[in-house]
């Protein structure tokens, strides 16, 4: 893994994607050899998705649907449970901080088999924003990592979060995580 990450770096500097790997030396990030290289627009796309998936779970709960059902699915769409390894290390897990299994990532989003979890995306939420700090792009991987923000549906206030994300593109050409880290900034007042 080391050696890929050395490979290929994709680095936001001042607006400008900077790409450099074995294959090319380009300041365009859109420039790439293998056309099946996993994009920016491509990440982009699985991270709009993933913020709006929170908000719907969050929606389903106050709506009194079946957010369960809903989380499921959340989970099944845009997670690599069924197809390998998830490495899963939710923001407000401490007892169990490691989700490994599907049903422990349901357990996390809206609560369930695991005492600590009070059901993070059933908050609920009324918009979750990425802010990219930075991405390394493969062909068959893409990393990101940064801060995400979540806006609470009732006081409207904003929790900054940080994350990485790891996706891998499935057989149907989909991109799914696969690595999922999350923690709140240090605070040394704390």
């Known amino acids: 893994m080391k050696k890929k990450i050395t490979i290929l770096s994709l680095i936001l ?4 994607f900077f790409t450099s ?11 790439h050899d293998n056309d099946n290289a996993i994009t ?4 982009t796309a699985a991270q709009n998705s993933w913020a709006d998936a929170i908000v719907s779970i969050g929606n389903a709960y106050t709506n009194k649907e079946d957010y369960v059902a809903v989380a499921s699915q959340v989970i099944d769409s845009l997670y690599g449970y069924d197809e ?37 995306a059933l908050q609920p939420w009324s918009n979750v924003r990425f802010e990219n700090a930075g991405m390394i792009l493969d062909e068959t991987q893409a990393i990101s ?13 904003e929790v900054k979060v940080e994350y990485t ?14 690595v999922h880290h999350s923690s ?3 605070n040394p007042n704390k």
């Open 21 to 31: 790997c074995h294959e090319c030396s380009t300041k365009e990030a859109e420039h």
């Open 40 to 43: 920016l627009e491509e990440v």
């Open 145 to 157: 990592f940064g801060n995400y923000f979540f806006t609470d549906a009732g006081s409207g206030e």
């Open 13 to 16: 500097v001042s607006g400008i």
């Open 165 to 178: 994300l790891g996706y891998f593109r499935d057989d149907d050409g989909k991109l799914r995580i696969n």
């Open 84 to 120: 390998g390894t998830v490495l899963f290390n939710p923001t407000k897990a401490a007892e169990v901080q490691f989700r490994l299994t599907k049903e422990g990532a349901l357990s996390y989003f809206v609560g369930g088999n695991i005492e600590e979890d009070q059901g993070f």
């Open 184 to 186: 709140l900034p240090y």
